[in-house]
């Protein structure tokens, strides 16, 4: 290439590094959180309707990190993440208590439900005992479809069938099926199998594949589901920001951020309730 035109080449780089340049620089200045929550969080659309909101109030950007609750907390116990929105309290807790997590608060709530084909092949359908139901279930070997991801709905799922006296690992055959996936993606294994499915209620409100899939069994007071928020360590992971981190904790915990969850409806019906409480009270 002649001199002069790789001197008029490198000055169009230079003329465009210097008109790109503040731009990059202020997209990699834009504070943002990393938030390890649920694949029901954000399947369901909640993070959709809220973290918007609270950006604009702050200026801090939300990227989630859609996981099963087991594995949100070991992105929190590594550091990878700033804030942890989870919904299983007995390993919220322990998260706590072994220094990963400080300043936990309840957000909110829903409920579990049992899913199944509109047929009821094991004639659970309109009961409100659920472990009754999960009996019926396993002795008729009507096909089950489990998480199978160490979430806090596969975990819901595991108790409840301890409660039922079921031992999984002696029953389980070809008719309980395993998907390691998230919510949605078992929600529609269900669909295709005409199966059972242990389901949070958000996200069943919010899944456009239901089909011939109605809600069985629904009430039970052992189907309450909290959700927790809570800061990663700072003093185990110094890189964690606590303050952004603090700043979405305290909005959600605060009256503009539990209107915004109570405000979020699919059909005209709440997905979850606010519920969190004043520090200290």
């Given amino acids: 290439m002649p001199l002069t035109r790789r001197l008029f080449t490198a000055a169009l780089a230079l ?28 399947q369901s659309g909640l993070f959709g309707h809220l973290l918007p909101k609270f950006t ?16 949100a907390l070991k992105l929190g116990e590594r550091g990878d993440a700033d804030v942890v929105f ?33 047929a009821d092949p094991a004639k659970v359908a309109g009961g409100r005992d659920v472990v009754a139901a999960l009996r019926v279930i396993a002795t008729a070997k009507a096909p089950f ?19 039922a006296g079921i031992d ?5 055959g070809a008719w309980y099926r395993e998907t390691g996936s998230g919510m949605g993606p078992a929600l529609n294994t269900a669909a295709g199998m005409d199966a059972y499915v242990l389901s949070d209620r ?42 952004q981190g603090r700043a979405f904790i305290d909005w959600l915990t605060a009256q503009e951020g539990q209107e915004a969850i109570a405000s979020y409806k699919v059909g005209g019906e709440p997905l979850f309730f606010a519920n969190a409480r004043k520090q200290g009270s």
């Fill in 145 to 163: 479809v489990s998480r199978g991801d160490d979430s806090g709905t596969h975990k819901a799922e595991l108790r409840l069938w301890k409660e």
């Fill in 202 to 243: 958000g996200t069943w409100l919010n899944f456009k594949n239901q089909g011939r899939l109605a809600i069985v069994v629904e009430g039970d007071e052992r189907l309450f589901n909290q959700y927790g928020v809570m800061l990663v360590n700072p003093a185990r992971h110094p890189h964690v920001k606590e303050a």
């Fill in 86 to 118: 989870v919904h299983d309290k007995s390993a919220e807790e322990a998260f706590l208590k072994a220094g990963f997590g400080v300043d936990r608060r309840d957000v909110m709530y829903n409920d579990f439900i049992l899913v199944g084909p509109k």
């Fill in 168 to 172: 999984l690992a002696a029953a389980r």
């Fill in 56 to 71: 604009e109030k702050t200026g801090i950007e939300v990227r989630v990190v859609a996981l099963g609750t087991g594995q």
């Fill in 15 to 42: 003329a465009a590094a210097a008109v790109a340049g503040p731009t990059v620089a202020a997209a990699a200045d834009k504070p943002f959180i990393t938030v390890a929550s649920t694949t029901s969080t954000e």
